[in-house]
Nanobody
Framework: VQLQASGGGLVQAGGSLRLSCPAS????????IGWFRQAPGKEREFVAG????????AVRDFLKGRFTISRDNAKNTVYLQMSSLKFEDTAVYYC?????????????????WGRGTQVTVSS
């Protein structure tokens, strides 16, 4: 499966962005999809993930209420809706795919990665 994160950009603190992760290749519904981010000088960290059918989701506790993940299997796309953005949300955001059933929260569990998209939040 091939992934490509998009939708990043420059936004003021308090603003919103929606990232997209369209996929091609094997049936999209075969994969769990995760979003990760990496800020300069920091480790890549799990942001959110969604199961194959879209009903099983996981969002980092400190992002709940601001970040929402969803998927549209008919469009082969996963979305990350981000609101009330903060300066510390600035990072490169990546989407990744795993052929398991549960939603992994560690990057090593994901087999396929797309190019990231830069999100910059100005304070």
């Amino acid at each position: 499966v091939q992934l490509q994160a998009s939708g990043g950009g420059l936004v003021q603190a308090g603003g919103s962005l929606r990232l997209s992760c369209p996929a091609s290749g094997r049936p999209f519904s075969d994969y769990v999809i995760g979003w990760f981010r990496q800020a300069p000088g920091k480790e890549r960290e799990f942001v959110a993930g969604i199961g194959r059918g879209g009903t099983n989701t996981a969002v980092r506790d400190f992002l709940k209420g601001r970040f929402t993940i969803s998927r549209d299997n008919a469009k082969n796309t996963v979305y990350l809706q981000m609101s009330s953005l903060k300066f510390e949300d600035t990072a490169v955001y990546y989407c990744a795919a795993d052929r398991g059933v549960k939603v992994p929260t560690t990057s090593r569990r994901y087999d396929y990665w797309g190019r990231g998209t830069q999100v910059t939040v100005s304070s």
